[in-house]
Every structure is written in structure tokens, then in C-alpha cells.
């Protein structure tokens, strides 16, 4: 099999002596040429801790890559923080940045005719990102984790970036001192790595392992870890044997590896954007993932990590006990994994797995038997109703009740709630509505986090829900609904919500209601206009006018 498959049109092609001159000018000899070569795309940069240490990775990777006697090349893509643009108006461009990083990576490996692609990415948008434009290109693949970051501490408690914004929360309801406000700030996150909980990207990096598009322990390896490093040689040992065997992403990315990436997801309490995320890469792949395929393995799937944010322990706890593949050995011994899915290691699901050590219920309690779970079933769920009649995303652990009613109090921003809260607008038993913030509206569907931090902070989060066309953070939690289709901007029904109407939420039933007669919802609907465009020009505008719906997986290149 010849390895240099895609990047002999350049090397070996007479009539482009160009590209072989430029070849030559970046340092290549004679003999690199007929070489295969990989395309090292990094989204590292310094302004960002999830991020920070991925270009010293991706060099890492790059000298492997060498020794394994293929042309390592590295390139970069964008990162967007979503802790730095969480609460700003820069958190539109969050979800919009993993379009442009799918964009960006599939445009440099098709006009440079990279055989394979490795990708070292980290925070949230990064994975979903890199793994779309894998899917599109469709050439050996691997992606490496930047890892997580280790627990910051104040007066011993144990903190991560969440502390940071319920902190705020606090100082909002003026349950906290300055001195220690200040202190859980200057120590929430003590270095490089991504957000420690079973957040975004931990939830991603543990769904994509589970895929078998990253190498077994790639999830929980820590950010500044041995093990970290030798992921990144292990990684060009693989994608050499990819090259070799012509093993492509949708030969490892298909229906039942989707699955058992969403059964993963459920198993460890992750994020409900692993619902927009995963049914984006599918899209990219040529498969149909849908919201039903999330709520099918919810039904029957128990949630039994105690990972934050809504349990005790973070990544690296799961990292100390074996990791994804402990977890995942334990799904498959119980029939929830499918054992045959081929893998980027060039095994099945079933021989990555054969060797790891189980997992001793006795000695460890963050994740628990399927017999004694946190939840019975998952915690991610689907509803629809009159105010979702494409579906919306519930992120119930169990711990928050499964139905709510009460009287609407309605926002058109989340920095309209934070004022709220601070006026004591916001009362216990309310139903927060949030909306304009769907992936037009917005447009670029933010996250909710500050406002579910700034409840939580202010001692409401078992007392209220919250509502929105937008979506949230893995660092959220509470009662919360996001990503109701239609959006508000699109005529959806939660855009014609008036204060004190009644709502109401049944998980079990799958349901979410505006309690209001027939005839008054008619009168509303003739009388509303659609908002004018937010966005006049620029990404965000071109954003507005591409992107499907979040039921949809926020797309940019469907018809």
C-alpha cells in the first residue's frame, strides 16, 4: 500500500515543479518526497489555559511523526475560550468557531494533499471542529487531546473554572468576603489544561476516545503528564499503521460508534452540547445521528459517574481509577458497548479493552455499579411540546426533580437575568425564560453558564428553571432546558412567552408546555415581527444565514 497517496499529486508530479521547489525550500530532500505526509494542525495560542501548551504538543508529536519515517508538518487553527467569552457578547463567536475550524483544517489538508491528519486540540469547540473536518476529508486520522487541567484549591477547597463563576454568584447575593471572592478567582485554575469536571471538553475528548477516533486514555491523560507525552509519539505509531491499512474516519466513525460515544456521554454525566456536537460530525460523516438516537440510549442507559458538575470529583479522579477504557470495559462486560467497532488503533473496541484493568467498586466511588446508579437512566433528555416543537435538551441529574410548573419570568438576554437576579426580580418557583440567543437570534447560540452560575451562587438552583433557545455549558447544572427549536428568532413559541404565564416541565413525559389558551397564542403570533438581524456584517451575519438548527446540530454546509 502506498502511503503517499494523496501527496504525490505534489511530489511526484512533473508538470508542478512549483511545489516540489517550495518542497525543497522548507528543508525536504530527494528522498522525503516519496514519503507520506502528515498535516499537524494545533488550535494552540497563549491566551487561553485549555490551549496554552498545545503547540509544545504538537511538536512533540511532529519529531514522532519524523522518527517514524513520514514528513510531519504542522500547521494551525483558531480557538475561541469559552470561559473568557462566557457572560460577553464574544461568546457568539464560541459555537461559530468550531465551523471555522472545521473550515480551516479541511482547507489546508485538501490544497496541500496531506495523507493523514493528526489534530492536538482542547477546548471545547476544538474537538467537535477538527473531528468534522476529518470526517469531510476522510483520510487516516487521529486526534490528541490537550488533556486536563489539575484542581486549583483556596483554604481547602478543592476549585475549577465553575467555582470561578458561581463565586460570582455569591458576591451577587452577598454570600461571600472579598478576601475569599479574590482567592477562588486568582486560584480556580492553576495552569495548562482543559476545564476539570465532566465539562465541554472532557465530555468530548471522553465521547471521541469512545469512538475510537483518539487513542484509549487520550480523555483523562492530564495536560502536563508523562503520559501525555507518549500519547503523542503513540499517536504517530498509529497513524503510521493507518496509512498503512488505508483506515479512514468513517470506517471507524460509524451509527454504532456513535453510539457508543453517546452511551459514554450518558454513563458520565457529560454536556449537553454533546448532543449539537455529535450529530454535527455525524452530518460530516455521512450519518444519521438524531436527537431520538440521544433520548433511545438515554431510556436505558444509567448516569453513574459522580463527576462534576453536579457530583464530587473531576477528571483527574476518573484518570487515577483507569480512565475511559476502565469505564468502557465495564459498558461492554454489560452489553451497553458494541465490541467490534474498528478503532483508530487498528483493533476493535473489544481488543483495545481486553487487557485493562477492571474497575474495583470497593476501592473507588466515582463511578458507580449499573446496579446502584445516580440515576436510572440518563441525564440527558429530549422534549417537545408547544414551546419545543423540534425538540430541546434537558440536562436532569436526578437530583433537581423531574417536573417543574410555575410562573414565567422572561429575558431577552442573559445580561438582562444577571441584572434580575441582583433586583430580586428572579424568585424561587419561577420558570427563567432566556431567549433571542438561538443560533440566529443570537446569533451563535451562546452558553447560559453565567446565568446558571450566577442562580446557583444566589442560592436559587433547586428552586427555579431555566428555559432557553440558546445552550448551556458542561459547567452547568440545575433544572435547565436549552436548545428549544424553533428559536424565538425563527417564530418559535418561546418567543412569544409573556411574564407570569404558566409553564410547565415533565422530564418522564418528555414534555414542555406554555400553559396558555389557543386563542391568546393567536393574537401573539399576529402580532410579533421578526427581530432585525443582530449581526450587519462579518462572521456572525454569514453565520446567521448558513446555520441550521440546533435540532440540526447547528450546521453551516447542509442545504
Known sequence: MELNKYSKTLTQDPTLPAAQAMLYGIGLTESDLKKAQVGIVSTGYDGNTCNMHLNDLAKEVKTAVWDNDLIGLIFNTIGVSDGMSNGTEGMRYSLVSREIIADSIEAVCGAQYYDGLIAVVGCD?????????????????????????????????ELNIISAFEALGKKLAGNITPEDYKGIIQNSCPGAGACGGMYTANTMASAIEAMGMSLPYSASNPALSKEKSNECRDAAKAIYHLLERDLRPRDIMTKKAFENAITVVMVLGGSTNAVLHLIAMATCAGVEVTQEDFQRISDKTPLIADLKPSGKYLMEALHKIGGVPAVMKYLLEKGYLHGDCITCTGKTVAENLKDVKSLDFNAQDVILPLEKPIKATGHLQILYGNLAAKGSVAKITGKEGEKFKGPARVFNSEF?????????????????????VGPKGAPGMPEMLKPTSAIMGAGLGKSVALITDGRFSGGSHGFV????????????LIGLVEDNDPI????????????????????????????????????????????????DGCVTDQD
Do not use: C
Not at 481 to 492: L, Q, R, S, V
Not at 528 to 549: F, N, S
Open 125 to 157: 469547540k476544538n474537538m467537535p471542529g477538527a473531528l468534522m473536518a476529518m470526517a469531510r476529508l476522510n483520510r487516516p486520522s487521529i486526534m490528541v487531546y490537550g488533556g486536563t487541567i489539575a484542581g486549583g484549591h483556596w483554604k481547602g477547597q
Open 416 to 436: 438582562e437575568l444577571n441584572d434580575g437576579i441582583v433586583s430580586g426580580r428572579v424568585k424561587a418557583g419561577d420558570v427563567v425564560v432566556i431567549r433571542n
Open 481 to 492: 432546558i436549552g436548545h428549544i427549536t424553533p428559536e424565538a428568532f425563527e417564530g418559535g
Open 504 to 551: 410547565e416541565i415533565d422530564v418522564q413525559g418528555h414534555t414542555i408546555n406554555l400553559l396558555v389558551d389557543d386563542a391568546t397564542l393567536a393574537k401573539r403570533k399576529a402580532a410579533w415581527k421578526q427581530p432585525e438581524l443582530r449581526a450587519k456584517d462579518g462572521i456572525l451575519k454569514k453565520y446567521a444565514k448558513q446555520v441550521k438548527t440546533a435540532a
